[in-house]
């Protein structure tokens, strides 16, 4: 069978794998066997699932693949993170990150090739939208990163940070999280999980129902619908007033928050008038904000603001009784800070060229 024709299990949600492996005559609870292998232990080559009969080995090497991003390049900080260049099946390329003792292990990963929000201080976004990724390939990010860290049979953390935005490409993002959710494979908690979005309300309205339930984080950024505005253009269709009052309405658990994240701009959203609409912003909401002052670079029209500033607007915040983190930034030596992934010198797509016109 041409390899392009083949179900590729990298995809599938166990239940979705015992239907493939019935329909080549396999009984149900080698879907089980497979999905550990594929998932727990990031192997892809049936002639080293030794628990399964050779004639099973046999059929799905003639009849499935697996898919997995390749390493195309490897940077590591002078702190310990590291910074995956992938490359995916159809040769566009993507960029995840490990970060160690955070205190737990934590993998940044992508859910989209580039990214349409075109955030003012993101070099993600400069990029435009190449492509939403598959399921298969945002999980496929996080076997890739346990296998290169030795973390596949220790806990980590996710964070749905990296590039794109994850409520921008809905459907892909929870299939993916209940695949990394799933017990038989690396069995991560929603607890472990984070996921970071704008404010695509429509998704954060759907999120919200979601039987598995990450933790939330808000991209707020800006405390006037102006301000904001200019610097996350999709303010303009979903405003602050309307983004906040999804945030009151989203169900938490005891004891959770929804973590609201600020990126510190000089002179333009750091003033101590920011800082106390913030805080009134954030009344009756279960929060906690995290400030995160600007990661510099080449193209972003914006400076990073002093440590009196940044100190003065979280005393601000923690005069009024909001829980607040000032946010150390990781690997910015090799450009894997927040803000800082993006894949340069690939041909543009029709969507890529389309997302720089609009």
Known sequence: MDASLRPDLAELERAELETVLETLGARRFHARQVFRWVHRKGETDFARMTDLGRSLRETLAGAVQITTPTVL?????????????????????IEAVYIPDTPKQTFCISTQVGCAMKCGFCLTGRMGLARNLTAGEIAGQVRVLAAETGLL???????????????HNYDATMKALRILNDEHGLAVSPRRMTLSTVGVLPALERLASEPLMPNLAISLHATTEDMRAQLVPVNRKYGLKELLAACRRFPLKRRHRITFEYVLLKEVNDTPEDAQRLVKLLAGIKAKVNLLPLNEAAGIPFARPSDARVNRFAQILADHHVTVMVRKSRGRDIRAACGQLIVEGTERSPAQRLASRI
């Open 153 to 167: 049979d220790r806990p980590f953390n996710i964070v749905l940070m990296g590039m794109g935005e994850p409520l």
């Open 73 to 93: 390049q490897r940077h590591v900080s002078t702190d310990g993170t590291t910074k995956l260049a992938l490359e995916l099946a159809d040769r566009r390329r």
